[in-house]
C-alpha cells in the first residue's frame, strides 16, 4: 500500500497525485516511469514520472482520467492508498550517460504536448541542475488545458507555448513553432525531445527531420507487468521488435514505427469503453439495462 | 502384499462443464481412495520412482504410511526432500519421472503417486504444523523473487533462523504459481496462498513491487541495506516471439501476457478492471505446458481453441494429463504444423494464421526428431488471436545491473550445482539458471542454495 500524500486538479481531467515511495524516489531517473495500481481489482497502469525527490522519499505522477483505471487512480485522496506503485522501471534518458562535457555543448529543445509535459519536467530539471541550457516548447489544445508552466519556467531556458486555439502565446500546432523557431528565430539544436501524444511525436519526428535535427520519442504503450515479461509494449524500432518496458520507453525517434504503435495502443480500446460505460452505469446506482455488463 | 487391483480413478469435473468455468480440473482423491491407491505399491528394495524423481522424495516409504492411514507421518517422510508437495502433486510431469519408473507401469498402470502427493499435501496445509524454527543468528539473507526457488530458499533459511526478505517485482508473490499456471490447474487460494502463508509464519518477510536491478540493486542490497548474502530466484520470463511477418497485429500475444492477464490480473472474473481479448477464434502455437494452458484458457473465455505445434504428437512437452485433459475439453490439435506468416486485415486486426505442413526428420542435439517443411503444403487457418508460447529465456535486469555476475549464452546465470555464482555472497537457482524448466526443479535448487548459504555463512 502507498500512501497518496496530496492531490491536486492541474486541468480539467489532469491530476497530479504525489505518493510516498522512498525507494522509487531514490532510484529514480530523467526517463524513467512507474506502474501504479489503484485497488486490489485495478490494472498495472504505467505512468510517467514526473517529479522525485530522494530525500523526501516522494514520486510525483500526473494523470489524465480518460478510462476506467486513470479515473480510479485521480479519484483517490489524500490519506488514501494505492494498492501499488512499482518502479522506476525502463531506461533512464540517455543524456544521463553522457560526459557533462558532451551535455553542456549540446542545444537541447524539448517539445511537450498535453500531459506529456509533466514527464519532460524531470528531463529539463536534471538538465538544468549540471548546467545545461535547454529551450521547452509546451503545447495545449487551449490555454485552459496547460500544465506544469510555472514549473517548466523555473528550469528552462526559454520556455515557448503553443495552443491550438491561440488563447496563449503560439496559434497553432507545436510543430510550427518549433519550424518557426529554427527557421525565422535563427534557433539552433543539436537534439530535439519530443514526449506527448502519439500523433504529436510522428509530426515533431518529421519536422526534425527537415532540419537533420536528432530526435528522441518517449513511447507511451500498452504494458501489463512493465518488467520484459509479456511483450505488450511492443514495438518496432529500425525493423526490429523492441519491448518499450525495459528497451525504452524512450527511442530515436526516426526509427519508430509510429502506425504500428499508435494501431498497437488500440489493441483493448473497445472492452475499456465498455468497462468505463458499465462503471458509469455503476455509479449512478443502476442495473446496466443495455445489457452492458453481460 | 500388494493389493492387485486396477489404479484408483481420480475424480475430475465433467469435461463439458469444466470447459466452461475456471474451478479446478482434478478434485483429487479423499482418504478412503488415498489408501486404497497407495495399497498398489509394491514397496519396492531398490525403487526406481525415488530414483527418478528430481529432490530424491522417499516415495516408498510415505506410501507405506498411507497404507495404514497415518497421514501425518507421510506428510513429514515428504518434507523431508519437498516444501511444496500439493503443488508438485499437482505439476510434477509425473509420467517421465516417478511414475514413468514405477515397476508397475510396466505390464499395467503405474501406481498415482502425483495424486498421493497431492493429497498429502493438501491434507497438511489443512492441518498445518508449527515448524522448528532455529534462534535467529542475526543474519539477513535477501531472496530475489517469489517462485517455487525462492519460496523454498526463503523458508529453509528462516528455518535455520535466518532473517529473511524476499522482494518480488510483480504486486503478487508466488512467481509463475500466480501468474503462469492457471486456477483450474492450480488453485491460487485454496493451495499457492496456503503454500505462502505456512512460509510467511516461518518469519519470512515480502516485499512486492520491487525489481531488483531497478528499484534496488544487488549491489545495495548487500552494500547499504546489510544483507550478507542473495539468493537470487528471478525466472526465466522473457518471452520469446517467432520473428515471422505480421506478430505485432493487433490480436498477436505471448502466452505470458495472456496468461497473466487470466490469473495474475483475474480477467475471467467480471469483477477486476483487466480488459482480455479472445475474439472467436484463438490459435495457440507451441507443444509444453504454456501452450496448454494458454489454449484451454481460451477456450474458457469462450473461444473456439486449436494448438498448432510443429512436431507431432509424441513430442508434446507438455505432461500427458493435460494433453489429455485439453482434448476432453474440445481443444483442437493440429500437429505437424508451423505458422509462417499471421495475416490481417486493413485495421491491423489479425484475420489468419499461414502455416505449412512439416514431416519429421532424423533426431536433432535434443533427440527429437526435427521438423522438415513440406514443400508447397501452405494453407491458412482463420483466427482472431494468435498467442506465441514458444517457450521463455531469462530476464537479463539483473545481470545487467550486478557487476561480475557471469551469465552463458542462453542469458542463464551461471551457477555451480549448489547455487554459487561467480560473485561470493551470491547464489542463483531455478529457472534464472536452468531456463524454463519444472517446478520442482526450482523448489529443489532454492533448497540446495539455502544450505550453500548457510556454508558460506557460517
Ligand atoms: C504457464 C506455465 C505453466 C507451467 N506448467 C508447469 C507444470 O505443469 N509443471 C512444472 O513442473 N512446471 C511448469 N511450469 C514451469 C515452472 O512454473 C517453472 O519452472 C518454475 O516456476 C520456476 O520457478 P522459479 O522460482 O525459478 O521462477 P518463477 O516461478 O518464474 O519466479 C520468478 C519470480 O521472480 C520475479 N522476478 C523476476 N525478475 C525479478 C527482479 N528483477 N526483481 C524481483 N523479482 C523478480 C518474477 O516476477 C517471479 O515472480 C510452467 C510455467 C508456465 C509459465
Ligand atoms: S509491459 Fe510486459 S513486457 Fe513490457
Redesign the interface.
Known sequence: MVEILSREMLAENIWQTVVYAP??AK?AKPGQFIIV?ADE????IPLTIADYDAEKGTVTMVTQALG??TR?IVSKGVGEHF???????GRPSDFVHETMEELQRKRFVFVAGGVGTAPVYPQVKWLKEHGVEVDVIIGAKTKDMLIYTEQMRAVASNLYIATDDGSEGFHGLVTALLEKLITEQGKSYDCCVAIGPMIMMKFVTLTAKKFNLPCIVSLNALM??G??????C???IAGK?KFTC?DGPEFNAYDVDFD?AM??Q???RT??QR?LAIAREREQGHKCNIGL?K | MANKIPRVPVREQNPAVRATNFEEVCLGYNLEEATLEASRCLNCKNPRCMAACPVGIKIPQFIEALKVGDVAAAADIIAQDSSLPSICGRVCPQESQCEGSCILGIKGESVAIGKLERYVGDWRLSNPKEAEVAASNGKKVAVVGSGPAGLACASDLAKMGYSVTVFEALHEVGGVLVYGIPEFRLPKKGVVAKEIESVRRLGVKFETDVIVGRTVTIDSLMDEEGFDAVFVGSGAGLPRFMGIEGENLNGVLSANEFLTRANLMRAYDEQYDTPIYVGQRVVVVGGGNVAMDAVRTAKRLGAEATIVYRRSEAELPARVEEVHHAKEEGIEFRMLTNPTRVLGNEQGWVTGLNCVEMELGEPDASGRRSPIEKAGSDFTVACDVVIMALGTSPNPLIASTTDNLETNRRGCIVADENGATSRPGVFAGGDTVTGAATVILAMGAGRKAAKAIDEYLR
Do not use: F, H, N, W
Not at chain 1, 481489482?41 to 498495472?44: F, L, M, Q, W
Not at chain 1, 501499488?84 to 522501471?89: I, N, S
Not at chain 1, 518488467?227 to 505488450?232: I, K, S, V, Y
Open positions: 525507494r522509487i532510484s495500481r481489482r485495478g490494472e498495472r476506467l483505471s480510479k494498492a501499488d506503485v512499482a518502479g522506476p522501471l501489463v507487468d518488467t520484459g515479461m509479456c511483450g505488450a511492443r514495438v518496432t521488435t525495459v504500428e494501431r498497437r488500440g489493441m483493448y472492452q475499456e468497462a455488463d
